[in-house]
């Protein structure tokens, strides 16, 4: 096993499961679905008398237009933006309205995706004990960066990475090589030096493999690598074992 110098991670389902169960769960044309969509009507509700259903409506088709923007530029697309994208599908005209409108949607939708985000004891210790051997980062897919600091910084684990990459902060999304090399050169190593580890085999193995640096896959399925020519270095079905392996 090559003598690595620092060990990568992703965030969201490698090392805090992302709770979806603590999404409100509401019922559209008789299917339930998790999403913040409820907490957002309430503040809506009293600017306008269109129906729950259709504000949904927009904002899934808002949500679903800026994930395919993402996935097909590998550039991040904020929550800022996003919103007030959706302001605009909405009908809202820019004013005092729309302001007072989009600061309340960004706190309100934020606020209960950072809930839905804790790392468990065990991740922490395991964290505390890699750091004594290893110089640790952070590379995440998220659209907005104070919630990430404000998460870590809750959790008790932000002191504990000498690098913090997140997309929203350096405008480009895993798995695109460079926010791999920022973290690298923010701590001073080549990627070769490097293992990261992530659940997300498109963009977290391939990301990493793509810039010469080892990855270690958290595959909870079980299933095959989806893309043949990238093969993980590691395969893991839970973070627990990444002590075994280093």
């Not at 003598?3 to 389902?13: R, W």
């Not at 097909?72 to 309205?97: H, M, N, Q, W, Y």
């Not at 809930?115 to 505390?128: I, M, Q, V």
């Amino acid at each position: 096993m090559r003598p690595y110098k620092a060990l990568l991670f992703d965030l969201c389902d490698t090392l805090m499961p992302f709770r979806n169960d603590r999404l409100p769960l509401v019922e559209i044309r008789g299917r339930q679905v998790r999403t913040t969509s409820p907490l957002l009507y309430e503040s809506f509700s009293g600017f306008s008398a269109i129906p729950y259903e259709e504000f949904h409506d927009h904002f899934v088709e808002t949500t679903e237009a800026i994930w395919r923007l993402r996935e097909e530029s590998e550039k991040e697309i904020s929550s800022a933006t996003r919103f007030e994208r959706f302001l605009e599908k909405l009908g809202v005209p820019r004013g005092a309205d729309w302001e007072r409108l989009h600061r309340r949607f960004l706190e309100t939708h934020l606020g209960q995706i950072a809930l839905c985000l804790d790392c468990a004891p065990e991740h922490r210790r395991l964290l505390n004990q890699l750091k004594r051997r290893y110089r640790l980062g952070l590379v995440s897919n998220f659209d907005d960066t104070d919630t990430v600091y404000r998460v870590l910084a809750r959790e008790g684990v932000d002191h504990l990475f000498e690098a913090i990459l997140i997309s929203s902060e350096i405008g480009i999304r895993k798995p695109h090589a460079d926010i791999f090399l920022a973290a690298c050169e923010k701590i001073g190593i080549s990627p070769s030096d490097a293992l990261f580890v992530g659940d997300s085999f498109e963009n977290d193995v391939v990301g990493a493999k793509q810039l010469g640096m080892d990855a270690a896959w958290i595959n909870r399925t079980g299933l095959p690598p989806p893309i043949a020519r990238y093969t993980p270095d590691y395969s893991l079905t839970e973070l627990a074992d990444l002590s075994k392996i280093i």
